[in-house]
């Protein structure tokens, strides 16, 4: 029985939580894919960085030592930002490289061509990790729910702004100081614009949609409002009301009709969706046969998001191995 390779795209937050996953739990993956997942190289931007549990001799500055290696089975790519790493991904599938990511950005942004590049050269495409962290939302709609007609998606799936509203309502922290514990914690964008301003909740809605609706609506077509015109004074208004405001990514299927939006909306203190609190995350879905079920779950953070890209190559490393 062969050893499944990995090849990591990127060792930041995301990367360095899968990476620590693989080695903490490596018995029982080796138990449940039924052989050794091995990380064999990473790609990082500098080389000569001092690491902690990771050997020098695995770290290269050159994606195509990675993405063209015969001995790797798995490239994982955990970069984000959409370029360089949609193309990093096409390449690799193009190698007959298995791809894995967390990045849905790269994953919206390009979402029908990595999709066919996959089918034409044969290989495994996930991104569970890309929406909602670690809550295995992508899997139950494109496995366990597929023989439901979904009518409505209605989600908490960022886990920045989440935190942040939810310390401004329950602490009455100022929105500043929230962002950067957000920051320190590793749940936010580098660029934390793409999380204030929900163009972050437009990325995973796009995913979502197109996996619940088979109806793709590119991000930019989405309209979206974040919550950087949040006030302490909309925030006290909500509460004098018994409501919470929650950045909410919503889609609904009436008459054949798909309408959606990303913006920041007051929910009575009793939805479901109103005790979803920090940085967790819940996707609240409906279909016509299975009725209401929430998802909820840590929606970002190393471990977390980690957990996902790990279930992924699992997935794959059985069909490998
Ligand atoms: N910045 C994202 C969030 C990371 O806060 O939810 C997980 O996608």
């Known amino acids: ?16 939580g899968a990476y620590q996953i693989l080695g903490m739990n490596a018995e029982k993956i080796e138990k449940a894919v039924g052989a050794k997942v091995n990380v064999t190289k990473i790609l990082a931007r500098d080389k000569n960085k001092k690491r902690e549990g990771i050997c020098p001799e695995m770290i290269t500055d050159d994606p195509d030592e990675i993405i063209n290696d015969p001995e790797i089975d ?12 949609a193309t990093f991904m096409l390449s690799a599938m193009k190698a007959g490289k298995h791809v894995v990511t967390a990045n849905k950005a790269a994953v919206a942004a390009r979402y029908d061509e990595l999709m066919k590049t996959a089918k034409e050269n044969n290989v495994e495409f996930r991104f569970e990790a890309s929406v909602g962290g670690a809550i295995p ?5 494109t496995t366990v729910l597929k023989g439901n007609e979904i009518t409505e998606i209605m989600g908490i799936v960022n886990g920045t702004t989440n935190y942040i509203l939810t310390k401004m309502t329950d602490l009455g922290l100022p929105y500043e100081d929230v962002l950067k514990e957000a920051q320190e914690l590793g749940f936010a964008e580098a660029d934390p614009t793409a999380d204030v301003e929900g163009h972050d909740v437009a990325n995973k809605l796009c995913i979502l949609m197109a996996l619940a609706f088979d109806k793709f609506v590119a991000p930019e077509d989405i309209p979206t409002k974040g919550i950087s015109q949040i006030t302490a004074a909309d925030i006290e208004e909500a509460k004098a009301a018994g409501e919470k405001i929650k950045l909410i990514a919503h889609a ?28 967790f995350n819940a996707i609240y879905v409906t279909g016509n046969a299975a009725g209401e079920l929430m998802f909820y779950g840590r929606g970002a953070g190393p471990l977390p998001t980690g957990s996902a890209v790990v279930g992924d190559i699992m997935e794959i490393a059985k069909l490998v191995k």
Do not use: C, F, Q
């Open 137 to 141: 939302v992508l899997n139950a709609i």
């Open 252 to 279: 609904k299927l009436e008459d054949g009709n798909l309408t959606y939006s990303v913006a920041p909306k007051r929910l009575p203190n009793t939805h479901p969706l109103a005790g979803v609190s920090n940085e």
């Open 74 to 85: 798995i490239v994982v790519e955990v970069l984000g930002g959409v370029e360089p790493a």
């Open 1 to 16: 029985m062969k050893a499944v390779n990995v090849g990591l795209l990127g060792i930041g937050n995301v990367g360095g």
